[in-house]
């Protein structure tokens, strides 16, 4: 039984209900990176991510009180307007799994429609703004029918812990600007079982950050995230790994309270390396970098060089790179991409993206 597990979650039987939900939630690139999990998405290590605010997801459930009655979660899942048969498993699948939690989902025929404002194969992590947003659309749903959640703190808190049990980066996605996931002696209230904001640990010059998402491969990969996870098990590096992401996360914490641009870019470039560094490593081996993921990385370490800006590279498990810096420089640094990295991007794609306000709710009067 975990905190959020409620079997009185139930509605009045012979009662009509019925109504509609929806979220628009982004995605979010981790600094300190969660590999590597146990039990019930319980991360091994602690991350910290910058949540983004053009990369998302934008979900709807509307319900209504079956006309069957059943003991199965029953759902239409229509994505990008076209029914989904592939995606309408996986999300049944999830939504079976919380039933713990929202036991009433069995009651209720449920219309499922989401989109992302990114295409679905650019190669884009969408489960974090995907899962989010349904996450955040269960909390609503249960708000709407049992009055509870009324709490802003609490009904955030529990979209995390939900959002976590679907994709586990998905819980970060939850809150404004930066969000910390995993126990750390840094943040006493910080969890294992769902992200914290980390709003106060920014120093202005981080509020206004750009993260460019350089699209180097649309291509699916040749190990998802969820395989990735679980080879970290019984990865030869697996302690050491655990105990640098902790000491990585205290010292960029200070970076980032500090406003020091420097150790902020140092730990960051380290973070993304380590990451494909553990994959490399790892039995199988694998690779998820492709060639101009490579050019692009040296090209960004050249111009940091040569003009002295603070413009870093981060990865996600993939051949993408993400490149991070103020928005003070956007006009320099947009400058650099058209000429020295539009290039290596596959079709010239890349998204411009930048740290975000969070989750925002539709409103349906
Ligand atoms: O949430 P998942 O299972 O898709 O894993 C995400 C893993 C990384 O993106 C590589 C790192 C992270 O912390 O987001």
Known sequence: M???DDPSLLLEKLKEYEGIVGWKSPSNIALIKYWGKYANQIPLNPSISFTLSQAFTQTTISYHSKIKRSEKVETTFYFEGKLNQEFAKRVKNYLDALLPIFPFLTQLDLTIKSDNSFPHSSGIASSASSMSALALCLCSMEKQLFGTLEDKDEFFRKASFVARMGSGSACRSIYPKAAIWGESIDYEESSD??????KL??????RRFRDDILIVSKEAKSISSSDGHKIMSNHVFREPRISQAKKRLHFLLKALKEGNYNRF??????????????MMTSTPAYILMEPNTIKIIQEIQNFRNMTGLPVYFSLDAGPNVHMLYPASIEDKVHAFVE???VKYCKNGEYIKDYLGSGPMELDFH
Do not use: C, Q, S, W
């Open 265 to 278: 870019g140092e730990i960051v470039e380290k973070e993304a390396l380590t990451l494909h560094g553990m």
């Open 339 to 341: 000429n020295d990295l």
């Open 201 to 206: 640990a920014l120093h202005e010059k981080f």
């Open 2 to 4: 975990n905190r959020y």
């Open 193 to 198: 079982f769902y992200a914290i904001p980390a």
